[in-house]
């Protein structure tokens, strides 16, 4: 499936990550967005409205948590975005707690490769749509 031509926001606050994310989609042919922080991609999801975004949780100024608690207060076009988690916490009540947010999937970050995260992005737009 190609996924050209959709917006991606990209919230991570480890420039070397984000950047690799962003030259992998990048040859998708995606339009990407970026915020290192939880506040910035919150205004930015609003603003830009992606067909879904990559959310890590730890965040500074505010948490991903935070993000996925105050879109869900938003617009019904907003909420339906897609949200994958993508983050190094690990633990069970963590990813319960990011699901019952409203995020699509939940990725652990050192266990996963870049092409799965591309992989994975690609089948939630598909469902999407």
């Not at 499936?1 to 998708?28: F, N, P, Q, T």
């Not at 948490?63 to 207060?73: I, T």
């Not at 975005?81 to 050192?110: F, T």
Request: glycine share 8%; aromatic share 4%; proline share 2%.
């Amino acid at each position: 499936m190609s996924i050209a031509g959709k917006k991606i926001l990209i919230i991570e606050d480890d420039e070397h990550i984000a950047r690799v994310y962003a030259i992998k989609l990048g040859k998708e042919g995606v339009t990407l967005f970026t915020a290192r922080d939880g506040e910035d991609g919150l205004g930015k999801i609003q603003s830009e409205i992606p067909d879904i975004v990559l959310l890590d949780l730890m965040l500074p100024i505010k948490d991903g948590f935070w993000v996925l608690e105050e879109k869900a207060k938003l617009s019904a076009s907003i909420k339906k975005i897609p949200v994958i988690v993508l983050s190094n916490l690990g633990q069970a009540e963590d990813i319960n707690h990011a699901r019952s947010l409203g995020a699509v999937d939940y990725i652990i970050k050192a266990g996963t490769s870049i092409q799965a995260v591309v992989d994975l992005v690609k089948e939630h737009l598909k469902k999407a749509e």
